[in-house]
C-alpha cells in the first residue's frame, strides 16, 4: 500500500512489523533513545519487544569495540514475541557500533549513520582498515542514510552558544526524531519526557527539543529517504495496557503479594547486575510499607530475609547467579526451619562472574540441586517481562501457603527487557492464604502441620503469647522442632522435606499445550525463552509442520500432568540458554529422548535458529 | 514503635519461667552454664514480656544458648545469627532481640556481619561468648586466641595476631561495648540489664571458660587473690581503682596510661583517670589495656553512646513517605506512567 503524505511528495508504506537497534557509544545516549522510542510505539498501539544490550563497564574507552551499548526493539501490527532477530533497521552513531552489529542486519537493510563519528580515530578504534561509508563495497547490499548529525544539530542549535560537547550529546535525539518521522510517530511522549528529565536546565530541554524537531524535519526534507511507513495498532485483547520491564514487573509482583494478602513485605538485596533494579524499585515504594535492606553482602540479603520471615513478613530477596551461590546455605536453613522465603535469580552469564549483563539460563541446576544435604526447593521460571507480574505471586503465594522456601528465576534478558502489559484485575488475583497461629489450644508443636494438604506448619510468630519455641538448622524432631539425632526422625524428616516440594504439585495449574494436543514434535522450555519458541512454532506450524509447545512455569515440582503429555510427542527437543540443564532433568524424570537446542553465547535465541532446527528435525517441506 | 508495651501489665515472671525443658548439653564445668543461669535470673527483672524475647544465635558451644531459653529462639547458621536477627528485628521492633555468639561465630566467620550490625545501630543485644578457642569443633584457636597458642591446628603454635574485641566494636562504631566474666554473677546480671536498657545495638563480651579445650584462659580474672590486681571494675564517674583494698590505679601520663601504686608511688586518687563511658579516646585506650602486659583488664561498660536506632529510622522513613504521598495505593502503582487502551 503507498499513498502520498499530505504536504510532502514522498510516499508513505504500510508495514506489518518492523525491528530497529540503536547502537552507539556507552555515552550516546542510545539506552534512553530506545527507551523513548519504546514508550512512544507502546502509545502507538503497535505490539512490541525490547532486547536492551550494554557493556559491563559503566563508561568503555569512547569509540571501542567493547564500550558499544544497543537497544533493539520490534514492534508489529500483530502479537510478536521476540526483540526480532535480524534488524531492518540499524542506526549506528559511531564506526565501533557499525562494526559490532552489521552483521546482523537483514541483507538490504537500511543503515543510518552519524558520518561525523566516521574520523580516522574512531575508524581505528572500531578495526576498520577503510571508511566503510566511502569504500563502495562493504554496505553495497545495504540502504544507507549518513548524516553529519553533528553538523545539523550544530546548525539547529548555532544561536544557543552551547559547547561542542552539549551539542555532540544530542545527536541521539536527532536521530530518535529522524526515526519517529520515518515511522510516522509522534513525538509529543519525548518532548514531554525531556522536559520533565532536565527541567533544572532550560537550555538542555532546548537543545534537545530542537534536535529532535531537527532530526524530523530532515526525515521530511532530505531527498536521500523517499518513503516513511506506518505500522498500523495491534489487535490484542481489549483492556488497558502499559510498557514494562522484567524487573519492574517482578517488584510489583511482589508488592501486590504482600498488599492483597495483608503481609509485610520485607525484601533485602545486595547490589548485582542484573537484579539491582529490583531493589531500587522496591527502595521506592516505602508508602506501601515495604521494608527494604540494602544488606553488607549476599549472605547478609538471605539471612535477614529468614529472620523477617521468622518474624511474619512476606520475605524476599534477590539476586543474580554468584549472588545466588553465597546465599546456598542460608537457603538450607530456610529449607531446615521449613519457613517461607522468596529467593528470585535474575540470572546472567555464567561461571564465577561470567557476563554480568549478557542474559543466560545456567542457574536451573544451581536452583535444582545447589546446596548441601537433601535440600528440594521449589522453582519457578518467569517467561516473559510481564509474566514477572504473576510469577512473583505465585512464587509468594506457593511460599506462604506451603511454609517454603521458593526460588524464582528470572534473566538479564527479561529483567530489562520490555513489552507491553495487558493490566491484570488485581481483584482476580488467588488470594494467599496463610498460617499465621495466634492461639496454642494446649499444647503446641511447632513442627505439626496445621495445614495437611500444604504439609505447612504454624507460624508462630515471636510476639505471640503461650507459643514460644526453638527452631534452627539442626535435624529437630519432627514436633517439638528440638534437636533431635534421631536415625528414625531423621528419615522421617528428609521424607517430610522431599513430600512437602511434591504436594505443591497439588497446588498449581496443569502444563498446557500450545499447538496441537500430540504432533510429531514438542519443543519444550522454560523461562525467557518462551517468546522465540511461541514464535518459530507459530511460523512453522502456518508452514504446515505438526509441531507443538509446552512451555513450563513450575520447574519443581513439575506440573503433575508433565509425564503424561511428554509422553504424546514422538519427539521432544528443548531449547536453553544452557547447555541442557532442564533436557537432563526431563531425561532423568520421565525417561523420555528429549534432546537439547542449546545456545550459551550471552544472547537470547533468534526465533529463527529455533525454526530452522525444528525445520531439520521434521525434514524439508 | 511501642517498645514500651511489651514493658507494662505482664504478671511477674521468675527465673523458671525462662528455662526450658531441654536438657543442656554443655560439658559440666563449662563457663556457658553461669552465663545461662545469669540470663534466666535477670530476665524476670527486665520486666519484659516473654513472648516479645527471641533469643538468636549462630554455631557453636554457645550458640546452643536459645534452645535452654524459654523464649522465641532461633539456632541459625554459622556467623548469620547477628543478620538473622537484623531481618527479625527490622520485621518486628517491638521484640527484644538477643544475639549468642562465640569468638569464631561473630569475630571469624560472621566478623563483616558484627561490624554492620554495630555500625547501623539495631536495638540487639549481644551476648558474645568469648573463650578464644574453638569448642565445639574440639579445640582449634581462634580470632581471639592468644599468639603461640598451641592448638590442634597449630602444633607449633598460632603466629595469628589475636583480634581485639573492644576495640573491634569501637572502630564498627559501636554505641554500647562492655565486658563482663562469666563467674562474676552480679556483675554479669547487671551488665546483661545494662545492654538490655541500651537502645541500640549492645556489645557485651563475656569471657567464658572453656575447661576442655582452654581451660584457665581468665584464670587471673577469676579467682582470689589474683582477680583484685587484674580486674578493672570500671565504674561510669569514678576513679579506675583496682587492686587489694583498692590500692592501685591508672594515671594518664600524657595520652599513655600507666599503673600506679597509691601506697608506694606518692600518688592520690585524685591522680587517677576518671572514668567516662562517653569519652571515645578513653574506651579505645581500655580496649587496649587488655593486650598490654602488667595493665589489669577492664570489665564493665567501657564505652556508650545514645544515636538512633537503624529500626526507628526505617519506620519513620516509611510512616514519612505514606505521609507525603499517601498510603500505596496497588491499582494507582500499576496504571502509573503511560498507559493506552484497547477495546
Ligand atoms: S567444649 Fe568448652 S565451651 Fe564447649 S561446652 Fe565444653 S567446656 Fe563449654
Redesign the pocket.
Known amino acids: 500500500m503507498s499513498e502520498t503524505k499530505k504536504g510532502s511528495k514522498k510516499n508513505v508504506e504500510t508495514l506489518e512489523q518492523v525491528t530497529i537497534r540503536f547502537a552507539g557509544d556507552s555515552g550516546d545516549g542510545m539506552q534512553l533513545t530506545g527507551h523513548q522510542f519504546t514508550d512512544t510505539t507502546a502509545l502507538v498501539g503497535n505490539d512490541l519487544a525490547t532486547l536492551p544490550d550494554f557493556p559491563a563497564e559503566i563508561r568503555a574507552p569512547a569509540g571501542s569495540l567493547a564500550g558499544v551499548s544497543s537497544f533493539q526493539i520490534q514492534f508489529s501490527s500483530r502479537e510478536i514475541q521476540t526483540p526480532g532477530d535480524h534488524p531492518d533497521v540499524l542506526v549506528a552513531m559511531n564506526p565501533a557500533a557499525l562494526k559490532v552489529h552489521l552483521s546482523d542486519l537483514r541483507s538490504n537493510g537500511t543503515i543510518i549513520v552519524n558520518a561525523a563519528n566516521f574520523n580516522k580515530r574512531n575508524l581505528q578504534l572500531a578495526g576498520w582498515d577503510s571508511n566503510p561509508l566511502e569504500d563502495g563495497q562493504t554496505l553495497v547490499d545495504y540502504k544507507l542514510i549518513d548524516v553529519d548529525m553533528t553538523r545539523l544539530v550544530g546548525e539547529a542549535l548555532s544561536d544557543m552558544g552551547l559547547p561542542p560537547k552539549i551539542i555532540a550529546r544530542s545527536t541521539n535525539m536527532f536521530a530518535l526524531g529522524l526515526l519517529y518521522w520515518m515511522y510516522s510517530r509522534p513525538m509529543d511522549t519525548t518532548i514531554k519526557f525531556i522536559e520533565t528529565k532536565f527541567k533544572s536546565r532550560p537550555e538542555i530541554v532546548e537543545a534537545n527539543k530542537r534536535a529532535l524537531q531537527a532530526g524530523f524535519n530532515f526525515g521530511y526534507t532530505t531527498e536521500e529517504i523517499s518513503t516513511s511507513y506506518v505500522v498500523l495498532k495491534a489487535k490484542k485483547p481489549a483492556g488497558t495496557y502499559r510498557n514494562i520491564m522484567g524487573n519492574q514487573a517482578l517488584a510489583m509482583g511482589l508488592v501486590a503479594a504482600a498488599n492483597l494478602n495483608g503481609l509485610r513485605l520485607f525484601f533485602s538485596g545486595y547490589p548485582i547486575t542484573p537484579a539491582s533494579d529490583i531493589l531500587h524499585i522496591l527502595s521506592g515504594y516505602k508508602h506501601f510499607r515495604v521494608l527494604t535492606f540494602q544488606a553488607e553482602d549476599e549472605i547478609a540479603a538471605v539471612t535477614s530475609a529468614i529472620g523477617a520471615a521468622y518474624a511474619g513478613a512476606l520475605a524476599v530477596t534477590a539476586t543474580s547467579g554468584p549472588g545466588m551461590a553465597l546465599k546456598s546455605e542460608a537457603m538450607g536453613l530456610a529449607i531446615s526451619a521449613e519457613l517461607p522465603l522468596v529467593a528470585i535469580n535474575v540470572q546472567r552469564g555464567g561461571p564465577s562472574t561470567g557476563m554480568p549483563t549478557k542474559t543466560e539460563q545456567s542457574d536451573l541446576f544451581q536452583a535444582m540441586y545447589g546446596r548441601n544435604g537433601e535440600s528440594p526447593i521449589v522453582v519457578l521460571a518467569a517467561a516473559t517481562p510481564a509474566d514477572c507480574f504473576n510469577t512473583a505471586y505465585e512464587a509468594c503465594r506457593i511460599a506462604i501457603e506451603h511454609m517454603i522456601p521458593v526460588i524464582l528465576l528470572s534473566d538479564g534478558y527479561l529483567g530489562s527487557g520490555s513489552e507491553p502489559w495487558l493490566l491484570p484485575d488485581i481483584d482476580a488475583l488467588p488470594p494467599i492464604k496463610n498460617h499465621k497461629v495466634t492461639d496454642s489450644n494446649g499444647e503446641f508443636y511447632p513442627f505439626d502441620f496445621i495445614d495437611q494438604e500444604a504439609m505447612a506448619r504454624g507460624w508462630a510468630v515471636p510476639g505471640t503469647p503461650a507459643l514460644e519455641h526453638r527452631i534452627g538448622g539442626l535435624e529437630k524432631d519432627s514436633r517439638t522442632g528440638n534437636v533431635s539425632g534421631d536415625y528414625d526422625n531423621h528419615q522421617q524428616m528428609v521424607d517430610r522435606r522431599a513430600q512437602k516440594v511434591a504436594v505443591v504439585a497439588r497446588n498449581i495449574p496443569l502444563a498446557t499445550i500450545h499447538g496441537d494436543d500430540s504432533s510429531e514434535l514438542l519443543v519444550l522450555g522454560w523461562g525467557s525463552t518462551y517468546g522465540a519458541i511461541r514464535a518459530a512454532v507459530d511460523s512453522a506450524r502456518k508452514q504446515g509442520y505438526s509441531v507443538s509447545q509446552l512451555h513450563l512455569r513450575h520447574l519443581n515440582p513439575f506440573p503433575s500432568n508433565l509425564g503424561e503429555l511428554l509422553l504424546r510427542f514422538p519427539k521432544i527437543i528443548v531449547p536453553e540458554i544452557n547447555t541442557g540443564q532442564l533436557t537432563r532433568i526431563i531425561r532423568a524424570e520421565f525417561l523420555v529422548d528429549a534432546n537439547v537446542l542449546s545456545k550459551v553465547s550471552g544472547k537470547p535465541f533468534f526465533p529463527s535458529e529455533i525454526e530452522e532446527r525444528i525445520i531439520q528435525i521434521l525434514g524439508e517441506k | 514503635m511501642s517498645v514500651n508495651t511489651a514493658e507494662i501489665e505482664q504478671p511477674a515472671l521468675k527465673r523458671k519461667d525462662f528455662v526450658s525443658d531441654q536438657v543442656i548439653r554443655?560439658?559440666p564445668?563449662?563457663?556457658?552454664y553461669s552465663i545461662l543461669a545469669q540470663v534466666q535470673k535477670t530476665f524476670p527483672e527486665l520486666g519484659h514480656r516473654k513472648e516479645q524475647i527471641v533469643f538468636i544465635s549462630g554455631i557453636g558451644?554457645?550458640s546452643r544458648f536459645p534452645y535452654y531459653m524459654n523464649t522465641y529462639g532461633f539456632h541459625t547458621i554459622h556467623g548469620r545469627a547477628t543478620t538473622v536477627a537484623t531481618g527479625v528485628k527490622l520485621a518486628n521492633p517491638d521484640l527484644s532481640v538477643w544475639v549468642v555468639t562465640g569468638d569464631g561465630d561473630s569475630l571469624s566467620i560472621g566478623a563483616n556481619h558484627l561490624v554492620h550490625l554495630l555500625r547501623r545501630n539495631l536495638d540487639i543485644n549481644i551476648l558474645l561468648v568469648n573463650?578464644r578457642?574453638y569448642?565445639?569443633t574440639k579445640g582449634q584457636y581462634s580470632p581471639t586466641s592468644e599468639p603461640g597458642k598451641k592448638t590442634k591446628s597449630t602444633p607449633f603454635g598460632s603466629v595469628d595476631r589475636p583480634l581485639n574485641p573492644p576495640a573491634f566494636a569501637l572502630g564498627s562504631a559501636g554505641t554500647f561495648i562492655a565486658r563482663s566474666l562469666d563467674v562474676e554473677g552480679k556483675h554479669l546480671q547487671k551488665m546483661l540489664a545494662a545492654a538490655y536498657q541500651h537502645k541500640g545495638t549492645s556489645f557485651l563480651e563475656i569471657y567464658?571458660?572453656?575447661?576442655?579445650?582452654?581451660d584457665n584462659a581468665f584464670v587471673d580474672l577469676s579467682e582470689k587473690p589474683h582477680k583484685l590486681e587484674h580486674q578493672l571494675l570500671l565504674e561510669d564517674g569514678q576513679p579506675m581503682l583496682f587492686g587489694e583494698g583498692h590500692n592501685k590505679g591508672i594515671r594518664m601520663d600524657g595520652h599513655r596510661p600507666v599503673v600506679v601504686d597509691l601506697e608506694q608511688d606518692g600518688y592520690s586518687v585524685d591522680d587517677i583517670v576518671v572514668h567516662d563511658k562517653s569519652d571515645k579516646m578513653l574506651a579505645l585506650m581500655l580496649s587496649e589495656l587488655t593486650y598490654m602486659a602488667d595493665f589489669p583488664t577492664p570489665l564493665g561498660i567501657i564505652y556508650q553512646e545514645q544515636q538512633d536506632t537503624y529500626e526507628d529510622l526505617v519506620h519513620r522513613q516509611i510512616e514519612a513517605a505514606v505521609q507525603q504521598l499517601g498510603k500505596g495505593d496497588l491499582q494507582a502503582l500499576l496504571h502509573e506512567g503511560h498507559t493506552w487502551i484497547v477495546d
Open positions: 554443655w560439658c564445668g563449662c563457663g556457658d558451644c554457645a573463650n578457642i569448642g565445639l567464658q571458660n572453656c575447661l576442655i579445650f582452654n
